[in-house]
């Protein structure tokens, strides 16, 4: 488990600046794209190390198995929304299942937690509430693009935005929540700025899907067609 550990932590130290270098690189590029790829192969490399870890070592179930799953869905969604060739229908079918089962638990694990005096097993509900929503929004995303087909546009961009920032979100969250912890003396803690990865993908998840929105309300739009007519004149004609 030792070298697990160590495998885990060092798989999501490497998704994480993936992640940043593939969100502020320039969009559709080499750079973008390539980053964007190996974050995925990380995110989930790291998400299943800490499941596995989570089910030998008993540590937080509650939150770290619902949380492993979302990750590797969302990043799996976002690669196939922009990738179509990479997905099958019965991988989204997978996909959509695994968000639907998380959403709906962690909602009632949250609920649970908040019987309980706002904790459960030592999580708080907030998290718990967080990856539901996450799970359910995602979920039904799903949905409408098994039944209706795949996102057009602006709406297939700011698919794949917020569920790779989501992912990132849900990984710089344990980066600047668990390796202070481990790594740095209790003297240097910082919480302010070990919560600055956290605020960047927020903040940046934010601006982007704004700038969709915005595209797409532009795109649904149509354009004002003003016809030209030249005035109709009866004119007598003399013989």
């Excluded at 750079?31 to 089910?55: E, K, Q, W």
């Excluded at 997978?94 to 089962?101: D, K, N, R």
């Excluded at 097993?121 to 509430?129: E, K, M, T």
């Amino acid at each position: 488990m030792h070298a697990t550990l160590i495998l885990h932590i060092f798989t999501g130290t490497a998704a994480v600046l993936a992640g940043f270098v593939a969100l502020y690189t320039a969009k559709g590029g080499a750079l973008h794209r390539r980053s964007g790829l190996l974050f995925v192969y990380l995110m989930v490399a790291m998400a299943t190390l800490g499941m596995v870890i989570t089910i030998v070592r008993g540590v937080a179930p509650v939150a770290n198995i619902p949380a492993g799953l979302l990750t590797i869905a969302l990043v799996v969604t976002a690669l196939t929304t922009v990738r179509p060739e990479t997905g099958t229908r019965r991988l989204s079918i997978g996909a959509m299942l695994v968000l639907l089962t998380v959403g709906v638990g962690s909602m009632i694990l949250g609920g649970t937690a908040l019987a309980h005096g706002g904790r459960l097993n030592g999580i708080p509900a907030v998290p718990l509430f967080m990856f539901g929503v996450a799970g359910l929004v995602a979920a039904a995303g799903d949905v409408h693009v098994l039944r209706f087909g795949a996102r057009r546009g602006s709406a297939r961009l700011a698919r794949h935005l917020w569920r790779m920032c989501f992912a990132l979100l849900v990984a710089s969250l344990s980066f600047t929540g668990q390796l202070p912890k481990r790594f740095v003396p209790r003297q240097y803690h910082m919480p302010v700025l070990f919560s600055l990865p956290v605020i960047a993908v927020l903040v940046t998840m934010g601006f982007w899907l704004w700038r969709q929105w915005r595209l797409g309300r532009r795109q649904r739009t149509p354009r004002r067609a003003v016809a030209l007519e030249a005035p109709i004149t009866t004119e007598g004609r003399h013989p």
